[in-house]
């Protein structure tokens, strides 16, 4: 059988993922530039949490996650949480910004 290659166009826009890496340290400033993204949070997680029955002993994949905001929110709701994103130090500057914090899920980044 012939496997025949075809070409795919990368769909990752470099210049959208710096942006993000630039402001990685700043994710977990609750009065920073991501004030309205986790006043909305307890929201997003709410409504998450009722359309799926509750997140406990869930397995939860968030593409796109950033610094783990509602990646971080759904594993304190006891759902095993994969969190994954383009940029290579969102989710590591969420680790710097919140030493010590336990988190039960895994945050993962990649690079393309």
């Not at 795919?8 to 340290?25: C, G, L, R, T, W």
């Not at 998450?48 to 406990?56: D, T, V």
């Not at 593409?63 to 905001?69: E, S």
């Not at 759904?74 to 988190?103: F, K, N, S």
Request: charged letters at 25%; hydrophobic letters at 35%; one cysteine or more.
């Amino acid at each position: 059988m012939n496997a025949e290659k075809t070409s795919v166009a990368p769909n990752v826009d470099h210049a959208e993922i710096a942006k993000f890496e630039a402001v990685a340290s700043r994710w977990w400033d609750l009065e920073g530039e991501f004030k309205p993204l986790h006043r909305i949070n307890p929201l997003r997680l709410g409504y998450i949490a009722e359309r799926s029955g509750g997140l406990f002993g869930k397995k939860v994949l968030d593409v796109g996650c950033g610094g783990g905001i509602l990646a971080e929110s759904m594993a304190r709701e006891g759902a095993t949480v994969t969190g994954l994103d383009m940029g290579g130090r969102t989710a590591a500057g969420r680790q710097a910004a919140r030493p010590g914090e336990r988190y039960s899920g895994k945050l993962c980044s990649g690079n393309s």
